[in-house]
Every structure is written in C-alpha cells, then in structure tokens.
C-alpha cells in the first residue's frame, strides 16, 4: 500500500497548508453542530452554570433570541434541556406531560424566533422528577413498562407543541417502538426520532445535573438502565433494537470517551449517528483552559474532529455557537 522511504516520505503531504487542506480526510463544518441549550422557567434572561463556564440558562425569551443566533450562525437544530422550579417536581414527574410547561414553551418559542431551526427534545422524567431519575421509582427500582407508558405521552406533548425530532435518553427498554406506534396513530409520520441508543452510566454527566439541577435531588446512581462503560458489543444490540423500533437516527453518549462505539455504530449500521459532547467534556476543557493548560479554542476545534473522523454525522455539543463562529 505504501513504498519505503525515501522514496515515501509522508511529510511531503504536510509540507504547506494547501496540501495539508487538499489532502484531509474530515472536515467539520457548522452542518455538524446541534446547539445543546438549557432553558429555564425563571424570569432572569440569563443564570450562568457553575460547573460549565460560558454556558447559561436561558429563559424562554432568551433563549428565542438564541434561537434567531443559531439561524444566523448557520447551526441547523438546538437541542432543549429544561431546568424547571424544584417545586414543580414530583415523584411521577408530572410536570413532564404539561402542554403549556416549560419545553412546551419553549418549544413554541424557538419555531416562532427561527422557524428554519430544528427543535430536538429530550424524553426523560429526570428534569421532573423529586428523586432525579429518568423513569418512576418504585422500592427503589425503576419501572420499565410503567415509565415508558409515560414516556409516550410526553413525546407526544413535544410532538403536538411543534417538536421535530423526539430523542429519548432515559434507556427504558422498548420505548422506541412505543413512541413510533403513538405518533403514527396520532399522524406524526414526519415526525423524527433520535434514539439515545448507547448511552452509558457516566460520571461526566455531572456538570448536567448541576444544571438541570438533579444533582441534588439524585438518589442513587442510573446504572439498572444506562449501559456499562465496560460494554461495546451491547451498544451495538441496543442500536440494532432501536433501529427496529423505528428511529430514525442514534446517538451515543457520552462522546469523547466512547469514540470506539460511536466508530462501530456508524460503521455496523449505516444509519445517522450522532455523538453527545456532554457536559463534563466540556467542563473538563473549559476548566484547563481557564488555568492556562490548554488552548481551549483549538482543543474544542479538535475535540469536535474527533467525532467526525469516528464516523458522527453530527455532534450534540454546548460549544455550538463558539465552535460555529471559530469555523467562520
Ligand atoms: C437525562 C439526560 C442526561 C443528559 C442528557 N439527558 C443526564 C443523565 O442521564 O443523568 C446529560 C447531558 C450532559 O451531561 O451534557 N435523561
């Protein structure tokens, strides 16, 4: 495949940036990018995020003008994370199935800013619920097919308030195929859903439950439902249930650390997959970048690379913005 040197000698190809250019592989485009954006049912426009520097919680009308900055950007979807009132949660996480709450809103209010501007939600109970897990808890289990019922109904709330693309990360089993059957029967065939396939039971969600603030209300840890950072080969049983069920497309996460599967899944399944750059990815370059360790511009340019040349045909990242205006 390739000579001896000299006669080969790869440095010829990086001698000058223009054959440096001509010549790579991946290129990561602002096409690339789904904006991650927590909003929040307070009335100040903005609250900054400890653990995550640079990121805020936008209220409704905040994050309408967010909105109108992507479509300028060029950021082609915004994905919503809701930070509700603490006392609005409940066991049950009620708050979830509100047609006039928060994600509802807010879902409303990005399609009327920036119409041209994909609107993703998340399905899960965690953002609701008092104890902070993803799906109802019963004697310290959580229940599959009770949750999933309830996950139904609050896909579809998103679906009526305007939702393009319902992407479930709580790992229920079956949930898939619950949500398709329901947006059928209700008319959503356009309607797209993004699975949270793999995704794993991880301590870099921290920053992300400080601030959808779950941290707190947490008891215990996710690991009966969200996958074993030890397992590769169940990603790829759990991508193949999905597709059967009727996603349109995956994600794995968390993103930098699985960058293997994120490889094996659009490799094994030719489908859209997407990588999650998650919060503590970010805070973790964020963080040596405010000691002066690293440069933070170029390792979140590189960090996002990273996905493409795994094989993502996008990345969900907090960086969407800063990574949209870096890439001109
Ligand atoms: C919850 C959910 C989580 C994230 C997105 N949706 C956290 C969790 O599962 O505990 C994490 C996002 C991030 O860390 O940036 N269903």
């Known amino acids: 495949m390739t000579g001896q040197y000299p006669e080969t000698r790869p440095r010829r190809l990086r001698q000058a940036p223009w054959i ?12 690339d990018l789904v904006w991650a954006v927590v909003v929040s049912d307070r009335a100040d ?14 209220s409704v ?51 009327d800013a920036a ?23 019963q004697d310290g289990r ?38 398709r059957a329901a947006l059928e ?25 400080e601030a959808i603030g779950s941290a707190t209300a947490l008891k215990g840890d996710k690991q009966t439902y969200q996958m074993d950072p030890g397992n590769a080969e169940e990603a790829l049983r759990e991508v193949a249930l999905d597709l059967s069920e009727g996603a349109d497309m995956v994600m794995v996460k968390p993103g930098m650390p699985y960058l293997d599967i994120v490889r094996a899944v659009s490799q094994t399944f030719g489908v859209p997959t997407f990588a999650f750059q998650v919060s503590g990815e970010y805070a973790m ?5 405010a000691n002066g360790w690293l440069d933070g511009n170029r ?19 907090y960086y969407a913005p800063r990574a949209a205006k870096a890439l001109g």
């Open 185 to 209: 029967a209700e008319g959503f065939t356009d309607t797209l859903i993004l699975s949270y396939a793999a995704k794993y039971a991880s301590a870099f969600y921290g920053p992300y439950r």
């Open 285 to 289: 370059i964020e963080a040596a970048a």
């Open 20 to 31: 440096r250019r001509l010549t790579r592989e991946h290129v990561l485009g602002v096409d």
């Open 61 to 111: 009308k905040a994050l309408a003008k967010a909105a109108k900055e992507a479509e300028r950007l060029g950021i082609p979807a915004i994905a919503l994370f809701p930070h509700v009132d603490p006392a609005k949660k409940d066991a049950q996480g009620t708050e979830a199935l509100n047609p006039d709450g928060l994600v509802a809103q807010a879902i409303r209010a990005v399609k």
């Open 142 to 179: 959580i229940l599959n097919d009770e949750t999933v019922a309830r996950l139904v109904e609050q896909a579809l709330m998103q679906a009526r308030a305007g939702c393009d693309v319902i992407a479930p990360s709580d790992m229920m089993d079956g949930r898939i195929g619950a949500i």
């Open 115 to 137: 119409p041209g501007v994909g609107v993703i939600c998340d399905v899960a109970l965690d953002p609701f619920t008092d104890h902070g897990h993803d799906g109802l808890l």
């Open 299 to 317: 390792a979140m340019l590189e960090s996002l690379m990273a996905f493409k040349r795994a094989g993502a045909a996008g990345i969900v990242t």
């Open 45 to 58: 426009p903005t609250e900054p995020v400890a653990a995550m520097p640079g990121v805020e919680r936008l």
